[in-house]
């Protein structure tokens, strides 16, 4: 990452793939609240969940089902979500991914260390419940989530404006993006943010470079404040 780039001064995660992985915690719970709130025991079996948003995920379930896109029955949904999602995080893992805690440890200790932030497809209250369980929920400022929009790259805007609001004169070139799926590139694009990465989802260093990201790497173990932040 060259020395000439714009210092960052906002670096946004991802959280499933990026930060954690949780043997598939919220697929389960997607699939039990479907099927126990909405007598949908097969919703989710060909669903592809890498990338997307709640939201996004629970509509495609509505449409397919001939059920209306309603605030109601989203809040619905929702709620039988996230009373299901702890119990299927895993008991005997809560380690984030390799790298996370020594990369997010060694940007804080910078002096003026850029904001720490998310960008999500998750529901808030689902990227406390995991980000807790991992202990790592209290390490970001604020966040930008999937609760509102189904496109991934509304969520990228709302993550812009909002730090905005903390520095009035951001730049997009100042801001970098951390995700391990072809969605977190394209909604980085999206704002004309850096974008780096990482192979630790369900995409492999090859299917990402396809999709021109800033930065490529096989995992956070050998990103530095040095080579994000300069």
Not at 41 to 53: K, L, Q, V, Y
Not at 80 to 97: F, G, H, M, S, V
Not at 158 to 175: H, Q, T, V
Request: proline residues 7%; glycine residues 6%; charged residues 20%.
């Amino acid at each position: 990452m060259g020395q000439s780039a714009p210092m960052i001064r906002l670096v946004l995660f991802d959280i499933d793939g990026t930060l954690i992985l949780t043997g598939g915690a919220g697929m389960k719970a997607f699939a039990e609240a479907f099927a126990e709130e909405f007598d949908l025991p097969r919703a989710t079996e060909s669903m592809e969940f890498a990338g997307r948003t709640d939201r996004g995920l629970a509509y495609e379930v509505f449409r397919a089902n001939n059920i209306a896109t309603t605030e109601t029955n989203y809040q619905r949904f929702t709620q039988a979500y996230t009373q299901r999602l702890a119990k299927y995080l895993p008991a005997d893992n809560t380690q984030p991914l390799p790298g996370v805690l020594e990369l997010l440890d060694a940007i804080e200790a910078i002096p003026n260390p850029p904001v720490l932030g998310l960008l999500t497809g998750n529901l808030p209250l689902g990227a406390k419940l995991k980000l807790t369980h991992y202990h790592l929920w209290n390490r970001f400022e604020f966040g930008a989530f999937g609760d509102t929009t189904e496109n991934r790259n509304d969520i990228a805007h709302a993550a812009f404006e909002n730090a905005r609001e903390k520095f009035p004169n951001l730049s997009p070139s100042e801001i970098l993006i951390i995700g391990d799926t072809p969605a977190d590139i394209q909604c980085a694009q999206s704002i004309e943010a850096r974008v780096l990465a990482v192979a630790t989802g369900s995409f492999t260093e090859a299917q990402l470079a396809e999709h021109h990201p800033t930065y490529l790497a096989p995992n956070l173990t050998r990103i530095t404040p040095q080579t994000l932040c300069a």
